[in-house]
């Protein structure tokens, strides 16, 4: 089974400051790696996904993540963040060969950016 | 494209009282999920149907939750009778059930509080 674990539950940071929100997952099998983005009151928008190939990931809203199979690692960054980033993030993983579409997410990072 | 519509967004009901949510998903998309959300957790998988078929039941408690997707389109899920920690954010998202080519698009969510 997989598991995944977002060791911060909140990240305060000021605007235009960079950011880095971690994210390690364990798994017995190869995975495929996603982050999620919940803006208040609303539903999950996918910002990005790891599949195959590089594994330095670019998403949407000058977002990007890196993959490191020997950490099991897939931490989110951003080099300059702004207030409208401020959200919930959450990281997440599904098996490679079945069940692909069953996402198994972590508990959560809330980002607050302050001015 | 409209995307995936739920409701109602919010329902407050007393303990042993039934409930239900509607989903209506993006118009073509034959994949449809249900995710329960427990405040300050990530989304955790109840039922995934592919067109009619419910796919993957294997974590909705089926003593008090049911769910039906007759026509493939639309789905509702029903809590029968509902307890303290049945409070939670219910979430729908649909996809084209491509597997990871296909990522998913996530309603609103309903909120749900029971007392």
């Known amino acids: 089974a997989q598991s995944v674990t977002q060791l911060d539950s909140q990240v305060p940071v000021f605007e235009e400051a960079p950011v880095e929100l971690r994210c390690n997952y364990s798994?017995?099998?190869?995975?495929?790696l996603f982050w999620y983005v919940q803006y208040p009151n609303q539903g999950l928008q996918l910002l990005l996904k790891?599949?195959?190939?590089?594994?330095l990931v670019k998403g949407i809203n000058g977002f990007e993540a890196e993959f490191n199979k020997s950490q099991t690692s897939f931490h989110l960054r951003k080099p300059s963040v702004h207030i409208s980033d401020t959200a919930e993030y959450f990281c997440?993983?599904?098996?490679?060969?079945?069940?692909?579409?069953?996402?198994?997410f972590g508990t959560g990072t809330r980002l607050q950016v302050f001015p | 494209e409209a995307g995936v519509v739920q409701s109602p967004r919010y329902k407050i009901i007393e303990k042993k009282q039934p409930v239900a949510f509607w989903c209506n998903p993006i118009?073509?998309?034959?994949?449809l999920y249900w995710y329960r959300q427990n405040l300050g957790q990530g989304p955790e998988l109840l039922i995934r149907?592919?067109?009619?078929?419910?796919?993957?039941d294997s974590q909705l408690p089926k003593d008090r939750f049911s769910a039906e997707r007759l026509k493939g389109v639309d789905s509702t899920l029903k809590i029968q009778p509902a307890e303290l920690g049945d409070s939670a954010v219910y979430l729908c998202?649909?996809?084209?059930?491509?597997?990871?080519?296909?990522?998913?698009?996530f309603g609103n969510g309903t909120r749900l509080t029971v007392t």
């Open positions: 998202a649909s996809s084209t059930g491509q597997g990871v080519n296909s990522p998913l698009h």
């Open positions: 798994s017995s099998v190869s995975v495929y």
């Open positions: 790891y599949l195959s190939g590089s594994t």
């Open positions: 997440a993983v599904s098996e490679i060969g079945r069940n692909t579409d069953k996402l198994i």
């Open positions: 149907y592919e067109n009619e078929e419910a796919v993957d």
């Open positions: 118009s073509g998309h034959n994949t």
